[in-house]
């Protein structure tokens, strides 16, 4: 009786730890932002699935670094603001990213940087044509 309590929780235990790794584990996150179509988020969990999610530019209102306090520490993460379909001026949802890897806030400025250059870009070319 001992041996089959024991092989099922070991059955159990991989049965976990296997679902685990194929939808919590995150080993890489990565952003690709292009101006003229729009911003692809991409989630690679351990067990090799990979997740992506797309918003178009014309969702897109702002991406900002914006912070949070968690267990007395002071957390930066970088956010992208999707546009109110109703309001121009508002926000109807905050999209955060990079919430597995929790990149230093330095490495967070050279994305929010990148990501700002190429909205700038593309909120100047309506205007030049």
């Known amino acids: 009786q001992n041996s089959v309590v024991l092989s099922t929780a070991i059955f159990v235990t991989l049965v976990g730890l296997i679902v685990y790794l194929h939808f919590v ?33 014309s969702q897109v209102k702002d991406v900002v670094i914006n912070e949070a306090i968690h267990m007395q520490k002071v957390i930066y993460y970088l956010c ?20 597995s890897s929790k990149p230093r806030l330095d490495c967070l400025i050279e994305v929010y940087r990148s990501c700002q250059e190429i909205l700038e870009q593309r909120k100047k070319a309506p205007q030049s044509s």
């Open 25 to 57: 584990k995150i080993d890489q996150e990565s952003l690709l932002v292009i101006g003229s179509l729009g911003i692809q988020v991409t989630s690679c969990y351990a067990s090799g699935k990979e997740s992506t999610t797309f918003i178009e530019m």
């Open 80 to 99: 992208i603001l999707l546009q109110d379909p109703g309001d121009p001026q508002g926000v109807s949802e905050v999209v955060p990213l990079f919430q």
